[in-house]
């Protein structure tokens, strides 16, 4: 009798542990982790708070991590990760080459068939699209768009109206200067992207006519050395005049925080930078697009295609892995990322609703100015010497008088030339 | 006095040839195990660690890739690094600022080290061990400090160097160091020398210790004191501590990068002033912004940092250091 009590404990004992075991396995074969790669590391708190408990909640099993890296480390911390084979899951692609490089090696999978690719357009997908425009490799989830963001107190103080023109532009600049209270204009030359990216890339659409331009230079019927191209350097070349002391040791930060803290009058911007001053800044702020050269000009803007999500070809959870790209790709995504990341518009089709006062004007440009994408981005900078790169040195050079915009141009179009052969 | 690693080294391998000729003579011996028992872990952790890496990075240099395949091109690489344009402008470059950063140690951190040793040999000095760990306090922080410390104290907008020399009367010096082409290397070499200007010291305050007393008793009782025994007597006897101070000066140098990487950036600004050979490797091989690394080129360049340094170091060892004096107490 005892005996037999004894094995019927056992045998139940038995099946509670397997059935336990069994249980669990299950859970942790439902309970998948997926790992986000990213460069953005502002904007962890928005992921952990927004982004990823909407997308948990509405699938539940999944959990999501977002771990970045810092911006200048992350090209060469992801292609080490990736040649390792331990990189995450998900992928947050920069545009062009460098993610393209990604996917020739087989580190991205193809994103075709991910629901919810119809609602981008061409455009939008350019930035990670082969050549032969055939296959798609990362979700386009923002653009980001240049301008000038201003103190609205001090413009109001000052009797200022928005510049619309380049005289106007540096008429304004001019009466900040003279009358002392603020640095007439918050940029630095410490980084070099800085000068390049909210300097010449701000202002250059407007010279070399967007896309026209952009489209020539790669088809090699117009140089760097041409009018369009070297005025942008000349503008500036003044702009020197107008930025605090020692700019020449000034970093994107100390700019940010020149700016927040209302030392600066004018901050050339990339929209980006949106939600950062609307956190700290205590002033009234306004946005204007780089002035035109002649009143009635149509403008044009750097509306950039920045940042997409792709799929690590050697993730270990394909299926949820590709259930969040299609969440990514979905208008309920674009609504929350464009509105907890005011400065980063959506490239979906789907209209999407933005609250931001400032980030509604940069995006109403798209209606006034013709867009266009960074120059140096397609193809250009394929090659050794790297076109983005030698710009940076370039822009940096001319604001710091160390050369002048023509030797300037003519560099850059020669370390071109020496890789670059355009198709005819 | 301080015998160099090579010299133990090189004892450890004559020891080693020995016993094998003794092995090769008729008497029989048991075969000694324990010599290739004890000679084991270091040899296999030198050569996971060193050896091999040094090897794979010579054989890496060797080979290029277009389009996912690699090939071998011989000294292809070389060729590129020296005869194009472009990778000789950048190369010269860097050596040449890397040459500077290690002229402006010389010149300034080893003789402000051998002062601060000195100094710190006096017998009758007050705070003697408050004075060496504040002096080699910079040494054990991280470069990441240092570098965010100095950028934050040179900045014209939040620095305190402007206010410091204004209160001087000498605001006019100051200029925004940092970005500027001409003074961006020089600042960056001093304060690569306030961080580091410990070791020197200690190295030279240990062989100005190991003096015996009676010589400078001797120097005494023949009327050398002060300055003339500092010139005469103890200069000459630390001697070889101030060549391996110079040598190990030399090594840190060339392989510096930390510095200029966090104060800087991998771009080495203003318009590559700053660019040593560490940040020009990283670049290349790594990649920067949309520029994609290439390791080939990468491990091209560290190979020729590499033989570099091997030169150098090893005219120091066989010319310089067999022939300086050495005294036995």
């Known amino acids: ?424 | 006095m301080a015998r160099s690693s090579l010299d133990k080294m090189m004892s450890v391998t004559l020891q080693h040839s020995q016993s094998v000729t003794d092995l090769a003579a008729p008497i029989r011996r048991p075969w000694r195990w324990h010599i290739v028992v004890f000679l084991a872990p270091a040899l296999i952790v030198y050569s996971a660690l060193m050896i091999i890496p040094i090897f794979e990075t010579l054989r890496l240099s060797l080979f290029t890739s277009k389009e996912q395949v690699v090939s071998f091109v011989g000294f292809g690489n070389f060729e590129t690094l020296f005869g194009d344009e472009r990778w000789s402008k950048s190369f010269w470059n860097a050596l040449w600022n890397n040459t500077y950063f290690f002229l402006i140690h010389m010149l300034v951190q080893n003789p402000i080290g051998i002062c601060l040793a000195a100094l710190l040999s006096v017998p009758r000095l007050r705070g003697r061990s408050f004075y060496r760990t504040a002096f080699f306090m910079p040494t054990m922080l991280s470069f990441v400090i240092v570098g965010f410390v100095w950028k934050l104290i040179l900045s014209p907008l939040w620095g305190v160097a402007p206010s410091i020399l204004a209160a001087i009367g000498l605001k006019w010096l100051f200029g925004p160091w940092l970005g500027q082409e001409a003074t961006a290397l020089t600042a960056l070499s001093l304060i690569s020398v306030w961080q580091y200007v410990g070791v020197p010291m200690m190295l030279i305050y240990a062989a100005l210790l190991s003096i015996p007393d009676e010589v400078i008793e001797a120097a005494e009782c023949d009327g050398v004191v002060g300055f003339a025994q500092f010139w005469k007597i103890k200069l000459p006897l630390v001697l070889p501590a101030i060549g391996l101070v110079s040598i190990l000066t030399f090594v840190g140098n060339f392989n510096a990068f930390d510095l200029i990487y966090v104060s800087q950036g991998a771009l080495a600004g203003p318009n590559f002033s700053t660019d040593i050979l560490g940040t020009f490797l990283y670049r290349t091989f790594f990649g920067y912004q949309l520029q994609l690394g290439d390791p080939h080129m990468g491990a091209t360049i560290a190979t020729v940092m590499f033989f570099i340094i091997l030169a150098v170091v090893a005219f120091y060892l066989l010319v310089i250091q067999r022939r300086m004096r050495r005294y036995q107490f």
């Not at chain 1, 911006?71 to 545009?95: F, H, M, Q, V, W």
């Not at chain 1, 006519?209 to 117009?222: S, T």
């Not at chain 1, 070297?230 to 107008?242: C, D, G, M, N, S």
């Not at chain 1, 193809?379 to 076109?387: E, F, I, K, Q």
């Open chain 1, 1 to 424: 009798m005892e005996r037999k009590t004894f094995r019927a404990a056992a045998l139940g004992a038995t099946a509670l542990v397997a059935g336990m075991g069994m249980w669990s396995l299950s859970a942790s074969a439902q309970d998948v982790t997926l790992t986000i790669e990213s460069w953005r590391n502002d904007d962890l708190p928005i992921w952990q708070d927004k982004i990823i408990p909407a997308f948990e909640k509405a699938n539940p099993g999944i959990k999501v991590v977002f771990a970045p890296t810092a911006p200048t480390e992350y090209n060469a911390a992801l292609n080490s990760k990736l040649d390792a084979g331990t990189a995450g899951d998900l992928i947050t692609c920069r545009p062009f080459d460098a993610s393209l490089e990604l996917f020739k090696k087989g580190h991205l999978a193809p994103v075709n068939d991910v629901k919810g690719m119809e609602n981008f357009g061409s455009v939008a997908r350019s930035g990670w699209t082969t050549d032969d425009g055939k296959t798609t490799f990362c979700v386009p989830m923002a653009s980001v768009i240049h301008g000038f963001i201003y103190n609205k107190d001090a413009f109001d103080k000052l009797g200022i109206a928005e510049p619309k023109t380049e005289d106007e532009f540096f008429a304004a600049l001019d009466k900040i200067k003279a009358d002392g209270t603020y640095i007439p204009m918050a940029m630095g030359t410490k980084d070099q992207w800085e000068a390049a990216t909210m300097g010449y890339q701000n202002i250059g659409p407007n010279y070399w006519h967007g896309e026209d331009g952009r489209l020539a230079l790669i088809a090699g019927k117009q140089k760097l050395t041409d009018a369009d191209w070297v005025e942008p350097y000349q503008v500036l070349k003044r702009w020197a005049a107008y930025l605090g002391d020692g700019y020449q040791a000034q970093a994107y930060p100390d700019s940010q925080n020149l700016f927040a803290l209302g030392r600066a009058a004018i901050y050339p911007a990339g929209s980006w930078d949106i939600s950062l001053f609307n956190q700290q800044a205590e002033f009234k702020m306004g946005a204007f697009y780089p002035p035109v050269k002649k009143a009635g000009d149509t403008c044009y803007i750097s509306d950039h295609v920045d940042i997409a999500l792709g799929m690590n070809a050697k993730t270990k959870n394909p299926d949820a892995t590709k259930k969040f790209l299609e969440w990514v790709a979905s208008p309920e995504f674009a609504t929350i990322y464009a509105n907890s990341l005011p400065g980063f518009f959506s490239l979906s089709d789907q209209p999407v609703t933005l609250e931001d006062p400032i980030a509604t004007e940069f995006v109403g440009w798209r209606k006034d100015c013709k867009t266009t994408i960074r120059s140096t981005y397609q193809v250009l900078s394929r090659g050794t010497p790297n076109l983005e790169n030698e710009t940076w040195a370039a822009s940096a050079n001319v604001i710091n008088g160390s050369e002048t915009p023509e030797q300037a141009a003519e560099r850059l179009q020669k370390g071109l030339d020496s890789w670059y052969k355009p198709a005819q």
